[in-house]
């Protein structure tokens, strides 16, 4: 203790006393234990990134928005480019696609609705198309029933079309079936007029891989895939939609050419490279294409199964 009339010198905290050596924060005192400090410490920098966290969940938030915003602009024009195409007088083909809609059970709801619109763009595009197909749905029921019930009830008065309960096998001969399966080792070179080719109509984003393959074994049915590797080669592994695959048959149907048939319906962002019937890389599409990615020569595979199961 001062002795008494003494002064007791107070000394004014010099700079920097007080604060961390390393970034300025207040240093804890020296009275907490060292695990108080280092939760004091970690809380103290919590709240000095708390804007930083703020602004980049901001940014990915954004990010997501802008995603989908260019996903529905791609579809918006694959919509349009549809509707672009002209008509020309029709003279209907004896070739007939059918649609296998016994999947049903094996999809999600959110995929049902999408093997619906798909399905509405097959039939959109037939009735265009300068050789239509005799157009079949078959095993149709559950889900999808329910789904066009709910937001095309306008599908009941479908012209063209036959829409069947039962399975395609117990509709058309089993000598005319071809199922269309990228599983397949046989190779689609030329259409048969007088065949029914077969389209799974399965969306499953691969988690039902080879499933029509193994259905078209069991029934003892033709099975083949299309020439896509022939003529066609992608930046990346792509997914054929039900609709893509129908549409590539009109267009052959069409123009008798398979590249021709193939580049007037793949999207442009797949990013498709033409290859020679030699398999040779076509320089001139090579040129217009993106190559920012390097290139996957596997087939193309369907969503709906058709070309990839």
């Known amino acids: 203790m001062a002795a008494a009339g003494e002064k007791t010198e107070v000394r004014a905290p010099q700079p920097g006393e007080g604060l961390s050596a390393e970034d300025g924060r207040s240093a804890p005192s020296p009275s907490l234990s060292k695990r108080q400090q280092k939760k004091l410490l970690k809380q103290q920098k919590w709240e000095e990134e708390r804007d930083l966290r703020k602004q980049r969940r901001k940014e990915r938030k954004q990010q997501r928005r802008q995603q989908r915003q260019s996903l529905q602009e791609e579809e918006k024009a694959d919509h349009q480019n549809v509707r672009k195409r002209f008509r020309r007088e029709s003279r209907p083909s004896s070739l007939r696609l059918v649609v296998d809609c016994s999947f049903d059970s094996l999809m999600l709801t959110k995929d049902v609705q999408k093997l619906h619109k798909q399905i509405q763009r097959c039939y959109a595009e037939n009735r265009r198309a300068s050789h239509p197909v005799q157009f079949y749905l078959t095993s149709m029921g559950g889900q999808l029933k329910q789904s066009m019930d709910e937001k095309d009830k306008g599908w009941v008065n479908w012209k063209d079309i036959s829409i069947k309960t039962e399975h395609y096998s117990e509709v058309l001969a089993k000598e005319d079936l071809v199922y269309l399966t990228s599983d397949s080792p046989n190779v689609l070179n030329e259409l048969d007029h007088n065949k029914a080719y077969v389209i799974g109509g399965l969306v499953d984003h691969n988690h039902h891989k080879g499933i029509t393959f193994e259905k078209a074994k069991e029934l003892g049915i033709e099975h083949a895939q299309l020439p896509l590797s022939?003529?066609?080669?992608?930046?990346?592994?792509?997914?054929?939609?039900?609709?893509?695959?129908?549409?590539?048959?009109?267009?052959?149907?069409?123009?008798?050419?398979?590249?021709?048939?193939?580049?007037?319906?793949?999207?442009?962002?797949?990013?498709?490279?033409?290859?020679?019937?030699?398999?040779?890389?076509?320089?001139?599409?090579?040129?217009?294409?993106?190559?920012?990615?390097?290139?996957?020569?596997?087939?193309l595979e369907s969503s709906g199964n058709m070309e990839n199961s």
């Open 230 to 299: 022939t003529f066609v080669r992608m930046n990346s592994r792509k997914v054929l939609a039900v609709n893509h695959v129908f549409e590539i048959v009109l267009a052959y149907l069409e123009k008798s050419s398979w590249q021709e048939a193939f580049f007037t319906v793949l999207p442009q962002r797949k990013g498709a490279v033409a290859l020679n019937p030699g398999g040779e890389q076509n320089q001139e599409k090579d040129q217009e294409s993106s190559s920012d990615s390097e290139p996957d020569t596997k087939s």
